[in-house]
T-cell receptor, first 111, second 113 residues
Framework: DAKTTQPNSMESNEEEPVHLPCNHS???????IHWYRQLPSQGPEYVIH???SNVNNRMASLAIAEDRKSSTLILHRATLRDAAVYYC????????????FGEGTQLTVNP | DVKVTQSSRYLVKRTGEKVFLECVQD?????MFWYRQDPGLGLRLIYFSYDVKMKEKGDIPEGYSVSREKKERFSLILESASTNQTSMYLC????????????FGSGTRLTVV
């Protein structure tokens, strides 16, 4: 599986936008980019995924570079409840595909 | 609201015991997964299942087995629990059709003493 690189930690202030970067320079043409987050004492939670085009949903936006070697998860207005570990994961979308989690980015949101 | 339910939130077992961790999903998902999560090691895949009665080894299957007799239920079995299997265990499921995210359970924190 292609590898992703994320910063270990980031900080943000409440109600400000947050841009969480992810590098995936060895991504293949069939790899989807997934983002999950894990709040303290909970299982991971799906946030968003995309292939080539930017994606928006109620939780976040995903901006994918034109060469697909990097992507950015955008939280438009951070809240204290967004403090979590955010994982950027590549996955080939075949039947039974699996997710391999890295260390992720610990996001701290300051009041 | 769709759900993945793990039977126990906390579990304490003795070394050598046979341990069953149960996971049930109500979304008619084909794919189910068992991970364990340890500080500094992140989430690691133990076993997964494409569909009923099917199973595949993940990255760390040693000391574990699984059972998928019904579509909604995926059981993780520790044949003879050891202290190094003390961990947070997370179950997940997803549809086998098209592109979708995983839904995770809340986890079972297992302590082997």
């Amino acid at each position: 599986d292609a590898k992703t690189t994320q910063p270990n930690s980031m900080e943000s202030n409440e109600e400000e936008p947050v841009h969480l970067p992810c590098n995936h320079s060895t991504i293949s043409g069939t790899d989807y980019i997934h983002w999950y987050r894990q709040l303290p004492s909970q299982g991971p939670e799906y946030v968003i995924h995309g292939l080539t085009s930017n994606v928006n949903n109620r939780m976040a936006s995903l901006a994918i570079a034109e060469d697909r070697k990097s992507s950015t998860l955008i939280l438009h207005r951070a809240t204290l409840r967004d403090a979590a570990v955010y994982y950027c994961i590549l996955s080939r979308e075949t039947s039974g595909s699996r997710l391999t989690f890295g260390e992720g980015t610990q996001l701290t949101v300051n009041p | 609201d769709v759900k993945v339910t793990q039977s126990s939130r906390y579990l304490v077992k003795r070394t050598g015991e046979k341990v069953f961790l149960e996971c049930v999903q109500d979304m008619d998902h084909e794919n189910m997964f068992w991970y364990r999560q340890d500080p500094g090691l992140g989430l690691r895949l133990i076993y997964f299942s494409y569909d009923v009665k099917m199973k595949e080894k993940g990255d760390i299957p040693e000391g574990y087995s699984v059972s998928r007799e019904k579509k909604e239920r995926f059981s993780l079995i520790l044949e003879s629990a050891s202290t190094n299997q003390t961990s947070m265990y997370l179950c997940a499921s997803r549809t086998g059709q098209g592109i979708s995210g995983y839904t995770f359970g809340s986890g079972t924190r297992l302590t082997v003493v």
